[in-house]
């Protein structure tokens, strides 16, 4: 089992910033890759990115050039900075476990491969 507790969210008005971590727990975090997710209101789950055991990463093209997924395997957290919010970034963010396997393909970005997820954080940003 691997535990995920994500914390940063809030309110911030449009062009601001915020930094969204996710804290594992449980098994051996390197050997998972994560990733962010995102549900608005009334609207399906989307994936935002992902990074990989070894650091490649995938983005949406809605978070490309504003925000970045990193990771550190000693604190086993996984963070998501978050630059020039826009008001349709409002959602909750989730993150998420997928177990390691042979390559980091685009099947990532899916939701199937992720066995674990966190309870989510709320991203509000105003106009």
């Known amino acids: 089992q691997v535990q995920l507790v994500e914390s940063g969210g809030g309110l911030v008005q449009a062009g601001g910033s915020l930094r969204l971590s996710c804290a594992a727990s449980?098994?051996?975090?390197?050997?998972?890759?994560m990733g962010w997710f995102r549900q608005a209101p009334e609207k399906e789950r989307e994936f935002v990115t992902a990074i990989s055991w070894s650091g490649a990463t995938y983005y949406a093209d809605s978070a490309k050039g504003r925000f970045t997924i990193s990771r550190d395997n000693a604190k086993g957290t996984v963070y998501l900075q978050m630059n020039s919010l826009k008001p349709e970034d409002t959602a909750v963010y989730y993150c998420a476990a997928a177990p390691r396997s042979s390559s980091f393909t685009t099947y990532y970005i899916k939701s199937r491969p992720y066995d674990y997820w966190g309870q989510g954080t709320q991203v509000t940003v105003s106009t």
């Open positions: 449980g098994r051996t975090f390197s050997n998972y890759a």
